[in-house]
DNA sequence: CTGCATGCAAAAACTTTGCACCGCC
DNA sequence: GGCGGTGCAAAGTTTTTGCATGCAG
């Protein structure tokens, strides 16, 4: 394990990611930062996040498309991607880790764990998508 | 949908990732188009994995470390990753799409689908790593 | 012929790294 | 003060794109 000092901008850089509900990728982390610390630079902040993903304060998300994002709560939870909108939205559901057991039974090797990632709308598209539905209707009447 | 010309590099390339039991990134393909087409270029092969994946006939897979890779079998199946040697295998398990049913009790917008990434030992590194481990017994002894 | 696909190279996007200086312990 | 952290900039990696040419329909 590393030895850390403490620092700052690391400090701040995990706060941050903790009142976020929205998982937010360097970029955004780095943009946001400059507002406290208006000197920081991009590598800090991609080092303190590797440094904490390390040491498992934070977690890093690996999407399709995009950059890797980051999510403060490491507290066992899954995530969905809007088609839509792109988003990535927290998702709680009960523990199904005996999909490992399952997993394990046509595989040769030794299952350990595993990561979900849904896909499908989110909130805000679904309301969105219904309401330009019933304006389609309307207007087709 | 995209209207495609037949090409023979796109055909190769698709029939090269059906032969392939690993998930070979955009580099390894490149590398072994060369041998086919010499003068092929990487923009080519990254322009015909783009339209094969959205055309269906290819899976795109993102994980952690590496660059993306590139699956030519798309039936229903799930990957595991070897935290050992990095491997990415296939794993084939019984349909457990109830959990999209799961998710959404506690999600407001619509789950439509996941991807699962299991993660352990593969097959040839626990073999390696029981080996590994009678030598230390028998040298303890 | 027409236009999508290709090869080539340049550029874009994202992330890592070397180095001198700064500040925590 | 010693050493890890920072800022800055340059470089590395992976992927995308513009353009002239080539080949399939």
Redesign the interface.
Known sequence: MKITKHSRQREAIKEFLMTRKDHPSADTIYIYMREVFPNISLGTVYRNLALLTELGEIQ?L???TESDHFDGDISLH?H?I??ECGSI?D????N?DF??T??N??????????????????????NNLKLKNNIDKSKSV
Not at 91 to 94: A, F, N, P, R, S
Not at 112 to 123: D, P, Q, T, V
Request: proline share 0%; charged share 20%.
């Open positions: 890093k690996h999407y399709g899954h969905i809007c088609r939205n998702l709680k559901m009960e199904i999909i490992n399952l997993a039974q046509n595989f040769d090797g030794i299952v350990e764990g595993h990561n979900i990632h849904f896909y499908g709308i989110c909130k805000n598209c679904k």
